[in-house]
T-cell receptor, first 112, second 116 residues
């Protein structure tokens, strides 16, 4: 089944404790991205990747890191999480930039 | 960069009525306009999209219209059903050549409730 898989689905952590949210797609898509969803703000892009080893900042990159060592994986790293990073996070992949985005199920992160 | 405004933020209709959600965008370089439906506890899912060389597109009860001159596009749902209740997002994406090529900029979302 074609899908984007995120893990974990739910995470509660403490301020400053490094964490990684994994994202994997099995559709051989070139373009991958991370979004955060906050009430009243829609989805805002954090980082994106046009292909392996090619990543760039989105609209809200502060406090986040990403890497794209393999085509299928695009992890999101929070080196030192803070409470303002409490949000619902989505990973998405597209065949190419500017085409349909397929979203994962989301990761609800709470930083206390 | 691109800015997408979506209205209304909430929409309540009776089953069988039509629902219309409107979006405006700011950058004339945008050329791809998808609409996503997000059900509770799930990720957004594409329901229909349109490219800038087309003015209207239909898929059963769903249609999207695009006015490039005015820089706005709309989602129309006819004969609404309770299972249409969800959050709907519009988005705009730029074509190749721009610094934001392929980036999706989303509207704020519309909570649609269809009452039986």
């Amino acid at each position: 089944e074609a899908q984007v898989t995120q893990n974990p689905r739910y995470l509660i952590t403490v301020t400053g404790k490094k964490l990684t949210v994994t994202c994997s797609q099995n559709m051989n898509h070139e373009y991958m991205s991370w979004y955060r969803q906050d009430p009243g703000l829609g989805l805002r892009q954090i980082y994106y990747s046009m292909n392996v080893e090619v990543t760039d900042k989105g609209d809200v990159p502060e406090g986040y890191k990403v890497s794209r060592k393999e085509k299928r994986n695009f992890p999101l790293i929070l080196e030192s999480p803070s409470p303002n990073q409490t949000s619902l996070y989505f990973c998405a992949s597209s065949p190419r930039a500017g085409t349909e985005a397929f979203f994962g199920q989301g990761t609800r992160l709470t930083v206390v | 960069g691109e800015n997408v405004e979506q209205h209304p933020s909430t929409l309540s209709v009776q089953e069988g009525d039509s629902a219309v959600i409107k979006c405006t965008y700011s950058d004339s370089a945008s050329n791809y306009f998808p609409w996503y439906k997000q059900e509770l506890g799930k990720g957004p899912q594409l329901i229909i999209d349109i490219r800038s060389n087309v003015g209207e597109k239909k898929d059963q009860r769903i249609a999207v219209t695009l006015n490039k001159t005015a820089k706005h596009f709309s989602l129309h749902i006819t004969e609404t059903q309770p299972e249409d209740s969800a959050v709907y997002f519009c988005a705009a994406s730029m074509g190749a050549g721009g610094t934001s090529y392929g980036k999706l900029t989303f509207g704020q979302g519309t909570i649609l409730t269809v009452h039986p």
